[in-house]
Nanobody
Framework: QVQLVESGGGLVQAGGSLRLSCAASGRTFSTYAMGWFRQAPGKEREFVAVIGYLEGSTYYADSMKGRFTISRDNAKNTLYLQMNSLKPEDTAVYYC??????????????WGQGTQVTVSS
């Protein structure tokens, strides 16, 4: 079983940057694909990015338009999401997840508690 804890969220003005982190508890961290999802109040959970077992195996939602970068450090059991050029529509609770990978949230078995990102105009 895997436990995940996100950190790094907060309040930022449009155009600013944040880096989210996700600390995992297990030594089998490297055996899972890791993804970031986000959810705004009253809206469906949205795929953000995923990284597989190799550093170069990444995929991003089209709406991110190259603004976000996902990475992982298996030695530190940590997942990251660098977010640049933030927009008000990026405001959401951001969740990290571990599982089979892909863009659908149902493919991920383990989830963190979420961290709030708020982008003001």
């Amino acid at each position: 079983q895997v436990q995940l804890v996100e950190s790094g969220g907060g309040l930022v003005q449009a155009g600013g940057s944040l880096r989210l982190s996700c600390a995992a508890s297990g030594r089998t961290f490297s055996t899972y694909a890791m993804g970031w999802f986000r959810q705004a109040p009253g809206k469906e959970r949205e795929f953000v990015a995923v990284i597989g077992y190799l550093e170069g195996s990444t995929y991003y939602a089209d709406s991110m338009k190259g603004r976000f970068t996902i990475s992982r450090d298996n030695a530190k059991n940590t997942l990251y999401l660098q977010m640049n050029s933030l927009k008000p529509e990026d405001t959401a609770v951001y969740y990290c997840a571990a599982g089979a990978g892909g863009v659908h949230f149902e493919r991920y078995a383990y989830w963190g508690q979420g961290t709030q990102v708020t982008v003001s105009s």
